[in-house]
């Protein structure tokens, strides 16, 4: 079991804000394989982002400890270069800079990290050209569609090859049809590159369409209620959604999450 | 749409050229339409020229007597060219500095503000008391008076850099030095380039004053001097002379800005 990718022990978070402390998440346990497709899903306000964002060091938790690769790297002051370069984050808003182009954009991490080796920004070139940005690499982000703009942010999450990429609702803001686009190229980047994947959705469908394993979460405090494995055939594709087993994954992912909603109003 | 990018830049060219054209032409005709009124009613009213000039005679004046400006249109640009070019660097700089270390940040910002809202009229007096009449010490002193301005403006921009886009630097553990270039400064650009216009205007505005505070030579102790014997032509000669360079950093400004942030068109 320490074989896990990533490993999160026993985290807590609290908040303290100037009128009172938020319990954000509480004793949270979890284990993402290496290679494996994880969703975490959950209502607003459970804790979704501050769990991502512990593990990529953005907050510190107030107790509890995350591994990566076997290593501790949290609690610490500082986690090696190494272990973050090993991950991509993804923004639940694209967050493009607007003074610089897609592809100045996507280059920006090797930028930050030193690649200069110019095999480094032959790797960019593919992925945009991957994705289909290549008419758009030297327009600025306001001149590109929101879906546009979201393929160009998970590339940047990519360009500098980790391991592990956590993405904190990255297609919630798109519409139904570009949103089930790019969950189609996830799923295609992610069995070409067999990366680790966290990922946070308040879609049931989503959760179910993309990942093998899912933890559902509750608020007040925000916790882990429950796991769900999703044993569903691979390479998936959009005619699984209309399957009766896909149904019946919804069908039971919405039913422990409207429990969970349930439990809290008793 | 089915336009490519480069065609929608093409006709958003197309479209700034044709603003710009318009930007230039509309103020030029206003410009001229300002003059003849005036001109009229100096004439109609028949104002003794001594009070006020006709435009005319003042334009004859600023290039018949030219070569008798032209040493006091030097100093009076370079000391505003050379304190403008030395307040945009300071300005920037200190802004940085003061927005990355908080502590020095409080102790001298207060300081900084008092600086811009002093006129530095009151202290050229005394500077010159001290140092004598040298280019050198106008420089000092409208440096002094147009730094803060800057300062004030880059400082708010540095401050304001959205949580989110300094959160993706924080993920990709970015040093502050890497932060500042690659995400507080290009953010804060706009910031910075209206600092630098109201900076360019205090030069000016400094620079004549401080002018008129002593000495004999530069726009300001010729504007003073004219006006006590009655010179008005003159006088307004100089006037014209002082709101060319104010309009000239403005302008100068303006188009480094439209360069330098281009993704804002
Ligand atoms: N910086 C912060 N300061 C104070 N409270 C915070 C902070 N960040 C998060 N919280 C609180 O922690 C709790 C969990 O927030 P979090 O953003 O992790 O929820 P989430 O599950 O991602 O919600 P959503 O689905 O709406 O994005 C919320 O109650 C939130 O108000
Ligand atoms: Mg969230």
Redesign the interface.
């Known amino acids: 079991m320490s074989n896990a990718k990533i490993r999160l022990v026993g985290l807590n978070k609290l908040f303290h804000t100037r009128f009172q402390t938020i319990e954000a998440v509480r004793n949270v346990d979890m284990e993402f394989a290496a290679g494996d497709f994880v969703s975490i899903i959950g209502p607003s306000g459970c804790g979704k982002s501050t769990i991502i964002r512990m593990i990529?060091d953005?907050i510190k938790p107030t107790s509890g400890e995350i591994f990566i690769d076997g290593r501790r790297v949290s609690p610490h002051r500082r986690?090696p270069?190494e272990v973050?370069r090993k991950?991509g984050?993804i923004?639940q808003?694209p967050?493009m800079?607007?003074?610089?182009t897609v592809r100045e954009n996507v280059m920006?991490?090797l930028?930050?990290?030193g690649l200069r080796d110019p095999e480094w920004a032959r790797h960019a070139d593919a992925l945009i050209e991957m994705t289909g940005l290549r008419?758009?690499r030297?327009?600025?982000?306001?001149?590109l569609s929101g879906g546009s703009m979201q393929r160009a942010g998970v590339i940047r999450a990519m360009v500098h090859k980790p391991d592990i990429l956590l993405m904190d609702e990255p297609f919630g803001a798109l519409d139904e049809m570009t949103r089930e686009q790019l969950n189609l190229e996830l799923l295609d980047i992610w069995r070409a590159t067999g990366k680790t994947i966290v990922f946070i959705t308040h879609s049931v469908q989503e959760a179910v369409l993309l990942s093998n394993r899912v933890y559902v979460m509750g608020t007040n405090p925000g916790r882990v209620v429950d796991e769900i494995a999703v044993d569903l055939p691979r390479p998936r594709n959009l005619k699984l959604i209309v399957s009766d087993r896909f149904a019946g994954y919804c069908e039971l992912l919405t039913g422990r999450i409207g429990q969970v909603e349930l439990s809290q109003i008793k | 749409m089915g336009l490519t990018l480069e065609q929608r830049r093409e006709l958003r060219r197309r479209k700034d050229r044709r603003d710009r054209i318009v930007g230039i032409l509309a103020p030029t005709f206003t410009f001229v339409l300002l003059l003849a009124a005036w001109e009229a009613l100096v004439v109609w009213l028949e104002i003794p020229t001594w009070q006020i000039p006709r435009p005319s005679s003042v334009f004859a004046v600023m290039f018949g007597s030219f070569g008798e400006f032209l040493p006091h249109i030097i100093r009076s640009y370079s000391t505003i060219i050379i304190a403008f070019a030395c307040a945009s660097v300071v300005g920037v700089a200190l802004a940085a500095i003061l927005t990355n270390f908080k502590a020095l940040g409080v102790a001298l910002t207060p300081y900084i503000n008092m600086l811009c809202t002093t006129p530095v009229i009151t202290l050229v007096p005394l500077l010159l008391l001290m140092f004598g009449f040298g280019q050198w010490v106008l420089i000092l002193a409208v440096t002094l008076q147009a730094f803060p301005i800057l300062n004030m403006n880059a400082s708010t921009g540095f401050n304001n850099v959205e949580t989110l886009k300094l959160e993706l630097m924080g993920s990709l553990r970015a040093t502050r030095v890497q932060t500042f270039r690659h995400c507080i400064l290009p953010a804060s650009l706009p910031n910075v380039f209206t600092g630098m216009k109201l900076s360019g205007i205090f030069a000016t505005t400094a620079c004549v004053s401080s002018e008129f505070s002593g000495g004999n030579r530069g726009l300001g102790a010729r504007i003073i001097a004219y006006t006590q014997f009655m010179k008005m032509d003159k006088a307004f000669a100089c006037i014209f002379f002082v709101a060319v360079i104010g309009l000239f950093l403005y302008t100068l400004t303006s188009y480094l800005e439209t360069r330098v942030v281009k993704w804002k068109i």
């Open positions: 990529d953005l986690i270069p973050i991950i984050f923004f808003q967050n800079y607007p003074w610089m920006l991490p930028r930050v990290f008419e758009q030297h327009a600025y982000p306001t001149e």
